[in-house]
């Protein structure tokens, strides 16, 4: 299966040069990208066009995957928004499934004004909406950047129409594609100077890719712990510390996590300690908060979720405790079951067939039930067999 996708990536990443050609995109020529623009803009009111984009490649930093299709389970070809190593997407480790050939894409209006920014993946063949693509070949990532920074700004500035929020977002996040040194400072200063809270926090959270300076750190800690700022704001703070997975952003997680009020910035905390790369000491961590008696009933609900992706005989045994007490509370223990069943199927089906069996709980028993049947293991298939033939 990874070979199979990995061919399809690697097809997909093929040289931006020869798909431009075979998509059509017209040529612009000029000694500078702002030249560049100005005359792809004069070549579209020449043509009246009412809508049009220009487009560039920049160099692209490492580990990302932008704009793919990959082959799933069952043999289909599926298309895919991008990827990269923020929030939502993956960390590449494999330079084979990288998408390195990546084009800024800025959809005008008739007057030239900027409505929409993309970043498409070259190597991809697409439609673009039906309008003319003005191509100005290969930018500098200092005029990229001034570019990009300069549609954030103007959405600030309320110098752009429709959803300037979106358009300013979509800027940051193609800023933070770039391979060069100086993204985090301008990051950072769109950071400190936007007024759009969702453009903080996208700047905010892309300060998370690695690698991540001591500095940016410290920028991002103090975000986190300023009660001031907006919960959007600090979420991201607390997601793009937490993305470096080592144990200085284990032991900040966890200090910060007894300092939150808000229980959804408790989730985002929680999440990264889950996921950060000493599973034990994270582990004995979310097994605190879930055996913790007066502790928020959502946030011990998470934890016990969360010890499911955990190896080890120390998770597995909080999840088989929880299950097992008697005065726990169904909610923690319904959890605690769906979590079981997230573990391998060594582990995880004899547990649940014999929290199927014997547990006291009629609603226990059902899930383990509904559980077992999700994992599609022999042994679950057989024993699910047997009760139905009784």
């Known amino acids: 299966m990874l070979a199979l996708i990995t061919a399809v990536w690697l097809m997909l990443i093929s040289p931006a040069l020869a798909v431009q050609q075979e998509q059509v995109f017209t040529p612009v020529q000029g000694a500078t990208l702002q030249a560049r623009q100005e005359a792809a803009v004069a070549q579209a009111a020449a043509a009246r066009a009412s809508r049009f984009w220009t487009a560039y490649s ?24 991008t990827w990269d ?69 103007s959405a600030k500035a309320g110098g752009i129409s429709g959803r300037p929020d979106d358009l300013a977002a979509e800027a940051v996040r193609a800023i933070a594609l770039h391979d060069d040194r100086r993204v985090p400072e301008v990051l950072e200063s769109i950071a400190r100077t936007s007024t759009i809270e969702g453009v903080r926090a996208q700047a905010v959270r892309s300060l998370g890719n690695p690698p991540v300076s001591d500095a940016t750190r410290a920028y991002l800690a103090q975000l986190a712990r300023d009660e001031r700022e907006s919960q959007e704001v600090r979420r991201a703070a607390i997601s793009a510390y937490g993305r470096s997975r080592d144990s200085q952003a284990l032991s900040f997680l966890q200090g910060l996590y007894a300092t ?17 790369d000493d599973q034990r000491a994270a582990a004995q961590f979310l097994i605190r908060v879930a055996t913790q008696q007066d502790a928020d009933p959502e946030l011990r609900k998470l934890a016990v979720a969360r010890l499911g992706e955990i190896a080890g005989e120390q998770a597995l045994g909080t999840l088989r405790e929880t299950v097992g007490r008697a005065d726990a509370d169904t909610q923690l223990q319904l959890q605690a079951v769906v979590a079981i069943g997230r573990r391998p199927a060594a582990e995880s089906v004899p547990l649940l067939i014999q929290i199927a069996k014997t547990h006291a709980k009629p609603e226990i028993r059902r899930q383990a039930f509904i559980t077992l049947g999700r994992t599609g293991d022999p042994a679950a298939v057989e024993f699910l067999k047997s009760v139905l033939t009784k």
């Open 85 to 153: 190593t923020s929030d939502s997407g993956f960390l590449v480790s494999n330079p084979a499934m990288e998408t390195r050939s990546l084009g800024v894409f800025a959809l005008r209006d008739a007057a030239g004004q900027v409505v929409r920014v993309e970043v498409y993946n070259l190597g991809r063949r697409r439609e673009y909406g039906g309008y003319a693509v003005y191509w100005m070949g290969r930018a500098s990532n200092e005029e990229s950047l001034a570019f990009l920074r300069g549609l954030a700004d």
């Open 260 to 276: 939150l009020a808000a229980r959804d910035l408790r989730r985002v905390a929680l999440t990264y300690i889950a996921r950060n």
């Open 58 to 81: 920049f160099d692209v930093r490492p580990g990302v995957v932008v704009d793919i299709d990959y082959v799933s389970d069952d043999g289909h070809i599926q298309i895919q928004g």
